[in-house]
């Protein structure tokens, strides 16, 4: 059931040498060659990301959001790991796709094309431009691409306008009646800030360097998200912060908490800044209440605040993601502060992820489980699911451990 | 685990009897009771939705869909079972809700509201016009009153106009890459204009009779969406009915496919129409075995055309709706054709569906169970469950056995 199980005592030197060896061994033998031989397409470029349980190609058409997130794996491993240059062309086959096939009407990011690039859908938010950017920058730094270098910039700037200029991003839900903002293009924002500045330097965007953007988008989550009366981080809030006590409004997700608290204890980490890494330490201890589940194990999708009903069907699943992000989060506020809690959870949703999730016969991890494990579907992608969560948690894990061995 | 189940014998006029009364029992005593109670606004008008297990309104919002639905239970309900007061009262404040808060700029209507009636969310299509008709022409039955009976063409009229006039909608994909046409303004269109025949006389809707509307649909769906060659009822079809071979293509929704036939067989019926008849008798055959969970009985929310992974995530889930419109589907059937291979099939998913869903300490259906039948969330209704599917499978099976008594 548990493979390697034994070996996760991350409080231990013989232990971390194992985790790191188990994370390697699954980027470097397991995932990246799954998506290389599956998912690229070497004929007309780019990623499918539409795959079977073996691999199969079940849906042709391209997400553009994993052709800028599957640059940014390839390229990051490039960066990083070794110089395969296998990995370089297959970053460049989605650079040039995305540069041939990825903007709309006025540059604007679509949200999937065909195989061979025409329009399907194009969406009013722009996460194609942030990890549009990601990757660009990843690809600028592993090929000296200048033109990449200016890209990621310009993706990242037109990200910052349409998540955050007043009014340029049609509502969802009526502005007048409801004003509402959401965490996540703040979070993304600084993911994407750090992946350029690692990347490129700390370069200006939209009027400010990285750096100032980080502090801008986590000064607006602590203040406007962070509720310490209800130990919680909202998704959605009033323009002031206001709790907006409809199904929408009260719905947590934990995955994406857990992210964000991963996102600033790695900025805290780089600056060596305390108040940071203490920011996210707390998200990380209120989110993994709320969102670890006592009876079956695992994250769940979905909480509401008040513990009523959620409406979204999935709820009570068990996404890979999240999984992924709260590997991250907890391994990390372990290596920054030793506190055995954080070896624990980190071993509790290490062991059930590796038990519950991967394929041992055709390789990858499975996305969706039913609340208790079981599988749900035998994809191993589609348009929300790649080559990015998983490759990026065994990346930054293994290389976590290596620093601390 | 299954009351009543010795009951159900439809071959039997016993059986027949018993299985009315507990139809008859379910909708008066249990269903109708439960949202007059709870979901019924008396100070603001018109209905909440969003019910937790034991009725308490977790979400004050209020879905435009269900204002239509609403107003057509109490109203066919007043028009068909008898002339209660509480009834007429409940549709009135449904349709007068919907005069004063339901329509946008232009007149097309919300899709949600705040309780008071400000507006949240316009969306692209317009079932929230099929409702308002179906609402207005029940209620213009009971109540004499004029101007709804002008509405319920109204909105007809637009809802036809906003479905079918070309590039009146925008399309979700890009309608040059990937022309794409949906099953369901179709089957909307006969259920609605069916509602406006039997309330308002055979009327005039954009250009044409509600009779003429109907064959111009059954003949499109017909023609375009019902697939020999593959046993199968399509969802979404290319415009001269191509199979789409990505996700949204080849996603079969076996719950609406059983919807559609019994539209179908209760318009051949009205007629004698075997041909119609034998449509409807088709579908449900080749949906039913695409549908019907053997493993764990129920039927799934979703299924690929060719056996392929689906990409949305409650497919395996057991809606309460697809199982209401299974037990009147294949109950028509049987009264239609004496066949008793639809006799053993109203009896599985009656008692699939009576065993699972109901909720015997505070009443009605949840609404959402795992595949083998465990409750996923307690709800009692959301912007997508009120009173509607639950109310109209057991008003019309209970008429539909006394009728064959």
């Known amino acids: 059931m548990m493979p390697g199980n034994e070996l996760v005592d991350v409080t231990t030197q013989e232990g971390r040498s194992a985790l790191a ?15 290389l031989r599956n998912g690229w397409d070497r004929e007309q470029g780019g990623y499918f990301t539409a795959l079977d349980r073996d691999g199969t190609v079940i849906d042709t058409d391209k997400s553009i959001w994993f052709q800028g997130r599957g640059v940014w794996t ?20 989605g650079v040039e796709f995305l540069r041939r096939h990825g903007g709309g009407p006025g540059g604007k990011l679509y949200f999937t094309v065909t195989r061979d ?82 990347n490129l330097g700390d370069v200006v965007a939209k009027g400010q360097t990285c750096t100032a953007w980080i502090d801008w988008a986590i000064e607006r989550i602590e203040r406007l ?97 999240p999984h992924c992000e709260a590997v991250i989060a907890t391994l990390l506020a372990w290596t920054l502060t ?18 519950h999730f991967p394929d041992p016969e055709f390789g990858e991890w499975y996305g969706y489980l039913h609340r208790d494990g079981r599988v749900s579907t035998r994809l191993k992608g589609n348009m929300w699911k790649g080559p990015f969560h998983l490759p990026r948690m065994l990346w930054y894990c293994w290389r976590l451990l290596e620093e601390s061995k």
């Open 21 to 35: 060896e188990q994370y390697r061994q699954a980027l470097l033998s397991d995932v990246i060659p799954f998506w």
């Open 74 to 93: 390839f390229a990051t491993l490039y960066n990083t790991v070794e110089k395969n240059p296998e990995w370089l062309d297959a970053a460049r086959s």
């Open 117 to 198: 690039g025409r329009p399907l859908r194009m969406r009013r938010y722009v996460y194609s431009e942030a990890f549009a950017a990601i990757g660009n920058a990843a690809y600028a730094r592993a090929s000296g691409d200048a033109r990449a270098a200016d890209d990621a910039v310009s993706f990242f700037a037109a990200y910052l306008s349409h998540s955050f200029d007043a009014g340029r991003m049609p509502p969802k839900v009526d502005a007048l009646t409801r004003p509402m903002m959401s965490i996540g293009p703040l979070m993304i924002g600084i993911a994407t800030a750090q992946e350029l500045r690692v």
């Open 225 to 321: 998200f962070v509720k310490p009366e209800y130990e919680a981080v909202m998704e959605v809030v009033g323009p002031s912060g206001e709790i907006i006590d409809h199904f929408d409004g009260r719905q947590l997700n934990p995955g994406h908490a857990l992210e964000a608290a991963w996102f600033i204890m790695h900025e805290g980490k780089l600056r060596s800044d305390r108040r940071l890494i203490r920011l996210g330490l707390t998200i990380l201890d209120w989110m993994w209440k709320r969102g670890w589940d006592e009876e079956f194990g695992g994250i769940f999708y979905f909480r509401d605040l008040r513990g009523l009903p959620v409406q979204e069907y999935w709820h009570d699943m068990k996404f890979w993601w």
């Open 338 to 355: 030793g506190d055995e809690k954080y070896a624990r959870w980190h071993r509790q949703v290490h062991d059930w992820s590796f038990a």
